[in-house]
C-alpha cells in the first residue's frame, strides 16, 4: 500500500494523536508486504501478531536506542534511526546463525515530535526489514522525555543448530565479516560538527545507519562455526565475550587488523588514533567467528587472529600480547 503523508510538516506526534500516529505507521506496513518465508499469518493493526513456527526453532533478542545516548536528531534522520533500529536487532539474529523473520517496534517520544519525522521512522524501519528480508508485525506508541525505540527481533534457525559465544576452541581461525572502526569514526566526526561531507560519506553513514551482513550468520552456521558474536560494543570487547565464554583467548593479528585507508584522516583531524577505532569502536555490527583451523571460510570473513590456550588474565592478545588499551563501549562510562 502507498504510504500517505499524515498531516502537515508542521503537524506533531501530540496533535495528531495516538490512533492518527498508529495509522501513519500501519500506512507503511501490510500483512501483504511481508517476504515470503516469513510465515505471516496476522499482520499488524489487531492486538497481537501471529507467524506460523519456523523449522527448527524461534529467536528472539531486544535493543533498545535512546536519544542522546545512541542517537542524535541533529545527526540522525528519522529514517536512519529507524534503520539502525531494526538493523541493530537483526544483527544479534544473524549472530546467533539465524535468519531475520519479523520485527516489533516500540516507539516512545515527546508530543513535540514532528510527525514527519515519525513517518521517515517508519520508512528507514521498512527499508531494513525489507533488506533482511523480514516483515515489521507490529509495535506500540507511547509518550516520553525523549525519543526511546525498541526493537524485538524474531529469528529462525531453519533447522541449524545456533552458535552461541561460548563454542570457540583453542586452534579455531577467528574471522571478521564485514569492517570494525568506521561506524567509530563517524560518531567521532559528527561529534565535532562534522554532519556533512563528501570526504567522510561512508564514515557518516557507518554510525547513522549500520549494514550488518545478515546472511553471513547462516552462512557461517552452515559452515560449522564453533563461535559467533556482532561487534556492537567494540571488537576487542565482543572478542572477550566470546573468550571469556568459551574459557579460551582471542589473540587477534595486528596485520589483520590495519585501518582502511580512509580512516587515517579523519583520525588525524581530530587527533584521535584510527586502530582504536578498529580495535575498540562499537556500533559496526560485523561479525565475528570462529571456525575450525582448515575451514573454508563463508564468502566475506577473513581471518583476523586464532584461539589460543587460557582462561585466566587478558581474555584478548593482540599479536601475542594483553591488549593493555580500552576495550570498548559500555553504557554509563
Ligand atoms: N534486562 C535484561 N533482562 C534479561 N536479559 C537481559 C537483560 N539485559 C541483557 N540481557 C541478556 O544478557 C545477554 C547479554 O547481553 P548483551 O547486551 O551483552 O548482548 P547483546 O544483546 O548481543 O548486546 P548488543 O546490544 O550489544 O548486541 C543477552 O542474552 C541478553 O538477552
Ligand atoms: C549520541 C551518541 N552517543 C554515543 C554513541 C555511541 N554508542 C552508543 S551505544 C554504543 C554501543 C552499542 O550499544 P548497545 O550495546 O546498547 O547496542 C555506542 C558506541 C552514539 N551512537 N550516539
Ligand atoms: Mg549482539
Not at 281 to 288: I, V, W
Not at 310 to 326: A, E, I, M, N, T
Request: a negative charge; charged letters at 15%.
Amino acid at each position: 500500500m502507498a504510504a500517505e503523508s499524515v498531516g502537515s510538516p508542521a503537524e506533531s506526534a501530540g496533535s495528531l494523536g495516538e490512533d492518527r500516529l498508529v495509522a501513519s505507521v500501519l500506512a507503511r506496513v501490510t500483512g501483504a508486504d511481508a517476504p515470503a518465508g516469513v510465515g505471516l499469518v496476522v499482520g499488524p493493526g489487531d492486538d497481537a501478531a501471529v507467524l506460523a513456527p519456523p523449522v527448527g526453532g524461534l529467536v528472539l533478542s531486544t535493543d533498545t536506542l535512546v536519544e542522546g545516548q545512541d542517537f542524535r536528531t541533529a545527526w540522525s534522520s528519522g529514517a536512519d534511526v529507524g534503520a539502525k533500529a531494526a538493523a541493530q536487532n537483526f544483527a544479534d539474529i544473524a549472530a546467533m546463525g539465524a535468519r531475520p523473520v519479523a520485527l516489533l517496534v516500540s516507539l516512545s517520544m515527546p508530543g513535540g515530535t514532528p510527525a514527519g519525522w515519525v513517518e521517515d521512522l517508519s520508512a528507514g524501519v521498512a527499508a531494513e526489514c525489507a533488506r533482511a528480508g523480514a516483515a515489521l508485525v507490529g509495535g506500540d506508541v507511547s509518550a516520553a522525555s525523549e525519543v526511546v525505540v525498541t526493537g524485538t527481533a524474531v529469528g529462525a534457525t531453519d533447522g541449524v543448530a545456533p552458535v552461541l559465544r561460548s563454542g570457540a576452541r583453542v586452534g579455531d581461525v577467528v574471522a571478521l565479516c564485514g569492517e570494525t572502526g568506521p561506524a567509530a569514526a563517524g560518531l567521532a566526526l559528527l561529534e565535532t560538527g562534522t554532519t556533512h561531507s563528501e570526504e567522510f560519506a561512508r564514515l557518516l553513514a557507518a554510525q547513522r545507519r549500520p549494514v550488518p551482513p545478515y546472511a553471513a550468520g547462516p552462512a557461517a552456521a552452515r559452515a560449522g562455526a564453533t563461535a559467533l558474536i556482532d561487534t556492537s560494543d567494540g571488537l576487542v570487547r565482543d572478542a572477550a565475550r566470546i573468550a571469556r565464554a568459551s574459557g579460551v583467548r582471542l589473540d587477534l593479528d595486528p596485520a589483520a587488523l590495519e585501518p582502511a585507508p580512509d580512516l587515517v584522516a579523519p583520525a588525524e583531524r581530530l587527533g584521535a588514533d584510527a586502530r582504536t577505532w578498529v580495535l575498540t569502536g562499537g556500533e559496526d555490527h560485523a561479525l565475528l567467528a570462529c571456525f575450525p583451523a582448515g575451514t573454508a571460510l563463508p564468502p566475506g570473513y577473513r581471518a583476523i587472529g586464532t584461539v589460543v590456550e587460557g582462561s585466566d588474565g587478558p581474555p584478548v592478545l593482540f599479536g601475542g600480547l594483553p591488549w593493555r588499551g580500552g576495550s570498548g563501549w559500555t553504557h554509563w562510562a
